[in-house]
């Protein structure tokens, strides 16, 4: 098989799974009593997340905690409850665990924290490697070297 | 500059630490958001007597709430085990979680009744308000009714002994076992 037939398949596979994705969440009916309700719901059922199935939010999981949390938000949402009372109502039942995006607090700073720390570490390690190649290409000696050098000097001779 | 050689091994020895904690941890244990609160207030009807009841039943305390079910097949192995609680003078109360309540009233005939009582939960509104997401679950009420601790799965001796006999000190307990068969 060529090269050119191997990614052909690939990316034919891919497309398949990109498709089929969409269709997997639950399909279930709710009389809406305005768009932006609905639009909302979307919006929070894709970003709370399951308790039961931990890798799903509760648009996506077949779960009976899942389908009853969806009726809470629904029914929350008809009642005129914001967004933040909502999220604040499962929290007090669930945890922060219960959002996909959980507040800042000591707990989870790490865990927001971490993009940035990551990004700084990467780009220390980038800023030194480029400046010890640098060095190099001028001609100019690594700290490693010069002591190398320094020691090698000093040594008595045999 | 020797310590730069060690670099790789102290990285790999933290990262083997990280991972090896990793194995032992539960990825499906969730923290009980209601901990250290009161049981969250009720009114449901008791599975046997049909009485509506509220949380002001649940005494006494300290006690254990347990989230069961008839579908549930966990629920049946950890059935007799919390028969022999009952009789060491513990006291339960059942969560009959999104059941059918003659299911249930048959199988406490069958197998025994270890509740002081069964709040009748169809709907799952208690369940919810508790955070319960399965069954079987087991929650310690403290003397003052505050929930101080939560076990999801079945509770056996080795948990109980590991994780609730702090609350339930031997020599509080009631004395309600027959003195029958206990040779040592």
């Not at chain 1, 398949?16 to 719901?41: C, H, K, N």
């Not at chain 2, 990825?27 to 509220?54: C, K, N, V």
Request: with cysteine; proline share 6%; glycine share 6%.
């Amino acid at each position: 098989m060529s090269r050119f037939e191997t990614v052909l398949i690939l990316s034919a596979l891919w497309c398949l799974l990109a498709a089929s994705s969409g269709a997997r969440a639950v399909v279930e009916t709710y009389e809406f009593s305005s768009q932006d309700l609905e639009a909302r719901y979307h919006l929070l059922s894709q970003e709370l997340r399951c308790p039961k199935c931990q890798n799903q939010n509760i648009a996506d999981s077949n779960a009976p905690i899942a389908r009853d949390l969806r009726v809470v938000l629904f029914e929350q949402l008809e009642a005129g409850a914001t967004d933040d009372e909502i999220l604040a109502f499962m929290v007090a039942r669930y945890g922060e665990f219960v959002r996909y995006r959980p507040g800042v607090d000591r707990q989870t700073l790490l865990l927001w924290a971490s993009p940035g720390l990551l990004l700084v570490l990467g780009a220390a390690g980038l800023i030194r490697h480029f400046r010890q190649r640098r060095d190099r290409t001028l001609g100019l000696l690594t700290d490693a070297e010069q002591d190398q050098i320094e020691q090698l000097l000093r040594e008595p001779r045999a | 500059m020797r310590a730069k050689k060690f670099i790789p091994l102290v990285a790999f020895v933290l990262l083997t630490g990280l991972l090896f904690r990793g194995l032992s941890i539960d990825p499906t244990a969730l923290p009980a958001a209601r901990l250290g609160q009161p049981f969250p207030p009720f009114a449901q009807p008791e599975l046997l007597s049909g009485d509506e009841i509220s949380d002001a039943a649940l005494t006494p305390k300290p006690a254990l709430v347990n989230v069961w079910a008839t579908w549930c097949y966990s629920c049946r192995v950890e059935h007799p085990y919390l028969l022999s609680l009952a009789e060491q003078g513990i006291p339960i109360y059942g969560l009959n979680y999104k059941d059918d309540s003659a299911k249930a009233r048959d199988w406490l005939e069958q197998l025994g009744d270890p509740y002081r009582l069964n709040i009748v939960d169809v709907e799952g509104s208690v369940g919810l308000d508790l955070g319960v997401y399965g069954a079987p679950e087991t929650y310690v009420l403290d003397a003052d009714g505050y929930i101080v601790h939560r076990h999801v799965g079945v509770l056996d001796e080795a948990v109980f002994t590991r994780d609730f006999s702090r609350w339930f000190p031997v020599d509080a307990l009631p004395k309600r076992m027959p003195a029958i068969g206990v040779g040592l």
